[in-house]
């Protein structure tokens, strides 16, 4: 352990773990839904071996399923307010056992920061247990100066808050006892870390405690091995693996060159259950910050290498036809699916359905047909999937759906438009080979909940800009359904163009809703902000609330168009901004809207960037002489202004 700069004499006599010894495990939990995630209980499982007491301190109110994750792993449960973070947590923890805590050789604070064991916790307790020491940490971070919480001094080098281990002479001194009743608030999070994380190892070592650390930094450089490293030290055997990595903004982690993906993969290498994992990071991460920090975007060959045949999956097509002349096209991509499948067509009325049903009656299906018409064509193929075909999404019958329907977008430019289908089909249902590693993803991921191509840029000015006037309303639905996964800021992660693969079981939050045709019609119909396109961009976030996980999917061909020109449009948009890509994002956000590029425009952005105090004042200023303009014009056309009134 890197300490020889802080420590201060005398050094107190330090001991090994105790042969027999006994352990107490506080382990802080925290969920904004009071429940708690498969992962926390398989961590407590693995634990109990090594831990004779196991505490949990939930952070804020524990929900029941919460309640019967909890109970069968650990001892006691303590429920507490939701102040002061983790380290108020362990500070009640301590405070709850009292004397009882004189019963351990060693007490362990630890957290719900992190998913494992991804390699076995037994190593590691052996050579911790026969070190002489009175504290341990699992992970470490180096001496950072000047501060960057305080911008001031230096943070010292400090064993990370997640994991400690403190021996029974330390746990029973006074300078323990006095630290953690003197404990000072901690209302940010910069507090828990400039109040605790950070100094916390120092004021022990300075009091001759001796520490030592599990996985010290692999490099001297200043960064958060424990996330920038994890898979480095995931192959030096570290158990734990931290969750931030999966929800750290994108940029940072690009400019830090952390391809989550690889970390998934060495976790999954060494065993831990990557359902667990996904899971959570489904229900609590932002969708479109998770498909970019964990790389979920799967580029699939044209021939088939993953499916596998003895695992068939029950298969259904729901597809919506408005435009019957497209039938036997939208027949022939469904027929690109392995295997057997069932067919449901919907349409808006009885003639379409004749027209359907004939192009049906003359080709070999694989499975059962229903070609049903719905009662109202408002909301198209979103009412039609959600009230036409509720049935299928909330029965049992089917292990898998693909929804589909008869897309032209004759709105838009014809170009555009044909992209867009193009884009769509060609990355859902592109060949038989294609269609069954699309296939192979749900027979080898059980979370998976959705599968469809990426955002739309192409001929269409999406990017940062998808949510359009969607977002509010989105938000409103999210309360209406009980959806609680973090909303993309920028842009949604959703299926445009409305087609996609799903498990009708991830769609459940969708189909359980007592959906009305009334509610897509009106002047709203199909608009922003109206219920299809708010609908449109759900089915990530719903699926997430269940524990279900996308993938954006797309075949080579499509990825080497799509790639190059947004490779090529970065290019030019960075060319007159500075350094990385994380530092021109920083600066334009720090800009704000550019606007119209008028002289208020740049006016307001130059006092953003250089005087922040000046903002408000440069705002009014030109307030004022619109109205000045406003004045002189009526004063010097006074007949014309009067024409106005």
Known sequence: MKTAELVSFPAREATAFPAGGRRLLIYVVYDRRGDVEQYVPYALEHLREYCDHILVVNNGPLSEQGTAALEPVSDQILVRENRGYDIWGYKDGLDFMGDDIAEYDEVILANDTWFGPVRPFGPVFDRMDSTALHF???????RVEPNPFTLDGYLPYHLQSYWLGARRELVQSEEWRSYWRDLPSMDTYSDAVVKHEGTFTEWLVDRGFLGEVAFPAITDKIENHAVLYAEQLMDAGCPTLKRRPFFQWPPFMDHLAVIGRWTLEAAAKYGFPMELIMSDLARNVAPRTLNADAALLSVLPEQDVSYDVAKPLRTVVVCHIFYEEMTAELLDRADTL??????????????????????????????STDVRVVDSNDGRDQSAFLIGCRDLLLGEDYDLLVKIHSKKTPQDASNAARHFKRQQFSNLLNSPGYTANVVALFQQEAGLGLAYPPMVHIGYGTMGHAWWANRPAFVEMCARLGVRVPLDEESPLAPFGSMYFARPQALRVLAREPWEYSEFGGAQAYVDGGLAHVLERMPSYAAGELGYHTRTIANADYLANSYTALDYNLDQMSKTMPESTMH??????????????SLEDFALMYARLQRPHLEDRTRAFFERTRRMRGIFWRLRHPAQWRGKQ
């Open 136 to 142: 341990w940490g699992m992970t470490d971070h180096v």
């Open 338 to 367: 392995p295997g057997s499948y069932d067919l449901v067509v919907t349409v808006p009325d009885a003639r379409k359905a004749a027209a359907v049903q004939a192009v049906i009656d003359a080709r070999v299906t694989r499975g």
């Open 584 to 597: 021109q994002i920083e600066f334009l956000r720090k800009a704000g809207d550019f606007g119209t590029g």
